[in-house]
C-alpha cells in the first residue's frame, strides 16, 4: 500500500507575506509605496497583531521593506551593485583618470558625503601593516541613486603622503591611486578579506539600515614595487545593495 504524500501547508504569516512579495515584484508596489499596517492586515485576514507582525517582519528582514517609526512599512527596492573585485581595481581604470566607482555604478548616480581627513596614531593592526606610526585617514560615506551603501576608512603612512593631493578633499582625476602613482608608489597588486557581520549602531545610522540587516566588511591591502604595502582601506557594505563578483582563471 503507498501512502499518499502528507502536504504542510505553510504558517499563514509566510502565506501573507508571499502575497505581499509577490506584488511588489510584479511591481503593483513600487519602491516608496506603504504597505498594509498590521491593523489592516489583521482586519483583512482576520488574524492576531503578533501575526501581522511576523508577516511584515518577513519582509524587512528580506530587505524588501523597511520600518519608518511612526509611520508605517515602505517597500524598499534597490538594483544591487555589482562590484567586481578585478575590473574595478585595474591600472587601466585609475590610470585614465576614473574612479573605481565608475566601474562599480555604471552610469547610475553616486555621491560622497561625511567625508573626514585626518591625521591619527595607527591602530595595531594598520601601524603594522603600512609599517608606520602615524597615518592619514581618509573617511567617506557613497550613496547611490540618494541611498547610503558604503563606508569606508583609507589609510596611508603619513611620511609617504604629507603635503600631497592625497590627503585633499578632492584627489583629482584617477582619486589616490593615480596620486600614489605620480609619487612612484603605483599599486601594483592588491589583497582583500572579505567577512560577514552585523553592523555597529554607528553602521546603522550612517547607512540607514533596516533592523536584521547585516553588513560586508572589506578590508583592502594596497601593495606598490617590492611589496611594500602603501594603504589600508576598510569598507563597510550594506549587504542588500551589493552583489560581489570575483573572477578567476582555472
Known sequence: MTESPVHHESPIYRRIADRLRDQILSGALGDGDRLPGENALMNEYGIARATARQALAVLINEGLAVPKRGSGVYVRLFRPIRRHGSRRLSREQWAQGLAIWDSDTRGRSY??????????????????????????????????????????????????????????????????????????????????????????????ELLNLPAGTPVISVTRVAFAEGGVAVEVNEMTLDAASYVLQYDFDA
Open 111 to 204: 555621491t560622497v558625503d561625511e567625508v573626514r581627513i585626518l591625521r591619527e596614531t595607527a591602530s595595531e593592526h594598520v601601524g603594522r601593516v603600512l609599517g608606520a606610526e602615524e597615518v592619514w585617514v581618509r573617511r567617506r560615506r557613497y550613496s547611490v541613486d540618494g541611498r547610503p551603501v558604503q563606508l569606508a576608512a583609507s589609510f596611508f603612512p603619513a611620511d609617504l603622503v604629507e603635503g600631497t593631493a592625497v590627503v585633499l578633499p578632492d584627489t583629482g582625476p584617477g582619486g589616490v591611486y593615480a596620486r600614489l602613482g605620480e609619487l612612484g608608489h603605483a599599486p601594483v597588486h592588491f589583497s582583500e578579506e572579505v567577512r560577514a557581520r552585523m553592523p555597529l549602531p554607528g553602521e546603522t
